[in-house]
């Protein structure tokens, strides 16, 4: 299979949001050993415009046919292969409270490329431990333990008042992305990749449309 | 105090987004017992224009002094009192492994007014444990057990799969938000507010940009 430099690029955020969409629901469809699907049918299935969907889909490698669709084996490979989760991605999980924990226990991130190989803590009582398998290390031991390991995404998930500390930490230990699940902004250079899942911001909008819609 | 009623208007999302960081941001001055607060401080400190942070904080009623900046108790209170942190909202979360369990446990989202009262299963292993103090019911039960309870807040964290079927369950049984950590788009009516925190779309996008870095 032959892929274009331009499949590399940086894509829209709205694109990468949607395809995950695609691909859960394509998935579906080939564990029902189904083989064809319409953009039509993913649109009706996920309420998303068709012509957003083919426009979507043209960034990765494959063609619809006429009155047929898309290959569903296809599609859940190209989309697997695209969006990098049929590739091995080692992380570290740092704050080993129950968000941590829990993904350190969420075998589901295997299938999506992300192995999570140690957790780090300041907390004596977590330190030493393991959680799913998986060690914790005192905080301190970051650096001296990511000379020796193959590891570029750090998951932040202290206090929201240990933040920006820790993921200064973690970058001057070598980690190139950080997903951060603190409900602050991480200020870093610009080579740093940073991925925030505030759920806290997801509340915010929660509540903002319920009460919106109380108004009604 | 009191609030317009533009005030409940539905927001910009990215102007929601911002919200919380302000305030985690301010909580921290105010736990140093900071006085005031200047958007260009803010604006240093996480990275956003400071016309956007006067912008944002337009929408509340609170109006920085010349000179002396925003008052940092003040903030922290219309921002939580805005953003609804600080008023009680039930919640249920349907599907209690690893994810759903571990929301079950964060103490943290008290603080953002989020109370989780029940979860709700199809396994016999967890139906009729507590996890995190809160029971955990058959899900056939939630439509009965909604009946006599003031819950409009479901937390969506079952299996993929299940996720369209389960969803359709809880807005059948009264639920008008719809809070899915799934990996696929929920359809319901307009009036159901849904909010999506894919998780694994985050991470299609830490490693889109990564591999982005790469080709540099």
Chains 1, 2 share one sequence.
């Not at 949607?18 to 050993?33: A, C, G, I, T």
């Not at 998986?134 to 020796?148: F, G, H, K």
């Not at 319920?210 to 009604?216: S, V």
């Amino acid at each position: 299979m032959t892929r274009n430099n331009e499949n590399r690029a940086i894509l829209p955020e709205p694109t990468i949001r949607r395809l995950p969409w695609y691909l859960s629901y394509v998935r579906m469809l080939d564990n029902l050993h189904i083989e064809y699907v319409s953009s039509t049918q993913i649109s009706k299935e996920l309420n998303v415009q068709s012509s957003q969907i083919a426009k979507d889909l043209s960034f990765l490698n494959i063609r619809g046919k006429t009155r047929i669709g898309y290959e569903v084996r296809s599609l859940v490979t190209e989309l697997e292969d695209f969006l990098g989760f049929n590739r091995h991605h080692n992380a570290v999980v740092i704050g080993t409270g129950s968000l941590g924990t829990a993904l350190m226990q969420d075998h589901g991130l295997e299938n999506y490329g992300l192995n999570i190989v140690a957790g780090f803590d300041v907390r004596d009582e977590v330190i030493g431990q393991c959680v799913g398998g998986v060690p914790v290390y005192d905080i301190n031991q970051l650096a001296s333990w990511r000379r020796t390991h193959d590891v570029s995404i750090a998951i932040l998930t202290v206090p929201v008042e240990r933040a920006q500390q820790t993921a200064e930490l973690a970058i001057a230990s070598g980690m190139t992305a950080l997903w951060n699940f603190t409900p602050i902004r991480i200020k870093a250079s610009d080579d740093v990749v940073i991925a925030n899942t505030s759920i806290y911001a997801h509340l915010a909008i929660i509540y903002n449309r319920m009460h919106g819609n109380d108004q009604k």
